[in-house]
C-alpha cells in the first residue's frame, strides 16, 4: 500500500494508486478532521483504491487523536460500513 501525506499547503491527504492520485479535501477545528470531499480517478474507481486510502486516512487520524468528520458522502459511507475501524467519528 502506499503511503497517506499531509498535502498541508492544499489541506489535503493523498495517495499514490498505480501511478495516480487518491485525495481528500479536509478542514481542521480543534482536534476534529472534516473530510469535505473524497476523490479517485476514473481509472482507479472500482478498483479498491478509494476504500485503501480511507483506511489509511482513519489509521492516521487515530494515531493523531484526531476525530473524523465525515462531510463527504463517500467518507460517511465508508466509515459507516466499517465500524470497527471508525470507533472516533461523528
Known amino acids: 500500500m502506499s503511503e497517506l501525506k499531509d498535502n498541508q499547503a492544499a489541506r489535503r ?3 499514490i494508486e498505480s501511478g495516480q492520485v487518491v ?3 479536509y478542514r481542521r477545528d480543534g482536534r476534529r478532521l472534516f473530510i469535505d470531499h473524497v476523490e479517485a480517478p476514473v481509472a482507479l474507481r472500482g478498483s479498491g483504491a478509494a476504500g485503501r486510502f480511507m483506511e489509511a486516512l482513519v489509521t492516521k487520524a487515530t494515531a ?8 463527504c458522502s463517500y467518507a460517511a459511507a465508508w466509515l459507516s460500513r466499517h465500524p470497527d ?3 472516533d467519528v461523528t
Not at 64 to 71: F, H
Open 64 to 71: 493523531d487523536g484526531a476525530t473524523l468528520v465525515p462531510v
Open 13 to 15: 491527504f493523498e495517495m
Open 23 to 25: 485525495f481528500a479535501d
Open 85 to 87: 475501524l471508525a470507533r
